[in-house]
């Protein structure tokens, strides 16, 4: 009898274990889903193919970032937004805007809803001399949808003095 007990108390805790580990690499999967729709936003945009870019919104998005009119909702959101930016860059004089991502703080998954917080590093030309914002915040809310994660809202915050 207590052979018994202990097989099948054996045969519990690998049980147990496998499901975490499936657990584990589902969560895993799940945010990886959710960074390669950020990455795929802001590296559509560092190559300056904004129709991918937008592809990773959801119809309806809210932005919020440095420059005026700070922030844009409603359907269409993005691309309004990168002609809006791409207007602004050409009022001041910038180019060659390049955005890295580092490593996340946050991706939080909650059922369909994903919430992102990423320090990033900007760099760019100002009228042809080296700029960079270093260690701006990118905070990326995303949904699910039939087609995959999107995304609904971000904010970009610049790093205090830049």
């Avoid at 969560?27 to 990773?56: C, F, H, P, Y």
């Avoid at 900007?122 to 960079?132: D, I, M, R, T, V």
Wanted: glycine share 8%; with cysteine.
């Amino acid at each position: 009898m207590r052979q018994m007990l202990r097989r099948a108390g054996r045969a519990l805790t690998i049980a147990v274990t496998g499901m975490v580990l499936l657990n584990q690499h589902a969560v895993a999967a799940e945010r990886d889903d959710v960074m390669k729709t950020v990455n795929q936003w802001v590296d559509s945009l560092n190559q300056g193919d904004v129709a991918t870019a937008i592809a990773a919104c959801a119809e309806e998005t809210s932005i919020v970032d440095e420059f005026a009119p700070f922030q844009w909702h409603g359907k269409g959101t993005c691309a309004q937004w990168a002609a809006a930016l791409a207007a602004f860059n050409q009022s001041i004089g910038l180019t060659d805007g390049v955005n890295k991502l580092r490593k996340p703080w946050r991706v939080d998954i909650e059922a369909d809803r994903a919430y992102v917080v990423v320090p990033a590093d900007f760099h760019y030309k100002l009228n042809g001399k080296p700029g960079a914002e270093i260690g701006a915040i990118f905070t990326v809310a995303l949904r699910r949808e039939a087609a995959g994660w999107r995304i609904s809202g971000w904010a970009w915050s610049r790093p205090k003095g830049a």
